[in-house]
């Protein structure tokens, strides 16, 4: 089944819909505190891309390219993205949506790093991606996984 992924918009809609995520955090109130400072236009870009399901959103992942100078996941060093906060509501997991967004990510085809929650990393296995395998500290207490194109 194909979804169609789309950039989510800035506005006090997605926020709405975000407080129905777990991983709702410091991003999303930064988020606000733009908004209600009249910063963030409407379009103004937003690294959160998701799937909706009618006018619900049931999926969503934040997006960061980096660059190659902050690269200590990948040898040699080179630009990458940051898939953060990929979840999926309750309701609508085991239906692809997950997949269809990390498919999205690797659409750019460049190097992707993760970090897995627990209980996800046969997810993110079946989706091609590694544990990091060369010697580095661990990320900020995390395990990171990263796939390659």
Do not use: C
């Not at 891309?49 to 990948?74: E, N, P, T």
């Not at 993205?81 to 949506?97: A, C, F, H, I, T």
């Not at 690797?106 to 996800?120: D, E, G, M, V």
Request: aromatic fraction near 16%.
């Amino acid at each position: 089944m194909e979804y169609n992924v789309e950039p989510l918009l800035v506005n006090y809609k997605t926020l709405e819909e975000f407080k129905k995520f777990k991983e709702y955090g410091i991003q999303e109130l930064s988020m606000h505190e733009d908004l209600e400072a009249n910063i963030i236009e409407n379009d103004s870009e937003s690294p959160f891309y998701g799937i909706y399901f009618g006018d619900k959103l049931v999926a969503r992942m934040s997006l960061y390219r980096r660059s190659a100078k902050f690269d200590q996941y990948f040898e040699p060093p080179q630009d990458y993205l940051e898939l953060w906060k990929l979840e999926v509501l309750p309701d609508y997991q085991g239906k692809g949506y997950g997949r269809a967004l990390v498919e999205f990510a690797k659409h750019y085809n460049l190097p992707i790093k993760t970090n897995a929650r627990l209980q996800s990393h046969d997810f993110w296995r079946k989706m091609g991606f590694e544990t990091v395998t060369y010697n580095m500290e661990r990320d900020l207490g995390q395990n990171p996984l990263v796939w390659k194109p």
